[in-house]
């Protein structure tokens, strides 16, 4: 009698042994396919980020250059006005 409580005792051991080891392979290879993924996502971003980056260098030009040309307009127009009728 005590050799079959002993063999299930050791069963039961093995048993659980093996669930955990298969759970735990399980967690590792699950880390380790994301991986590859999570790269791609981040390089992804990072060129996102740098497209995104040079979008803003180009507005800021432009703002720059229609702040000058809009200068450059109202300039001219008083100037013109005063021609007119300030008789400067």
């Not at 079959?4 to 048993?15: A, G, K, N």
């Not at 380790?32 to 040079?54: F, T, W």
């Not at 000058?68 to 005063?82: C, G, L, S, Y």
């Amino acid at each position: 009698m005590l050799a079959i409580v002993i063999s299930i005792i050791s069963l039961l051991v093995v048993v659980t042994n093996f669930i955990l080891s298969v759970k735990d392979r399980g967690k590792k290879e699950e880390e380790e396919n994301h991986q590859p993924l999570i790269e791609y996502q981040v390089g992804e971003m990072k060129k996102a980020i740098e497209d995104i980056a040079i979008d803003i260098k180009e507005v800021k030009k432009m703002i720059y250059s229609y702040k000058e040309t809009t200068r450059e307009i109202v300039k001219d127009a008083i100037d013109e006005h005063v021609k007119l009728y300030h008789k400067g």
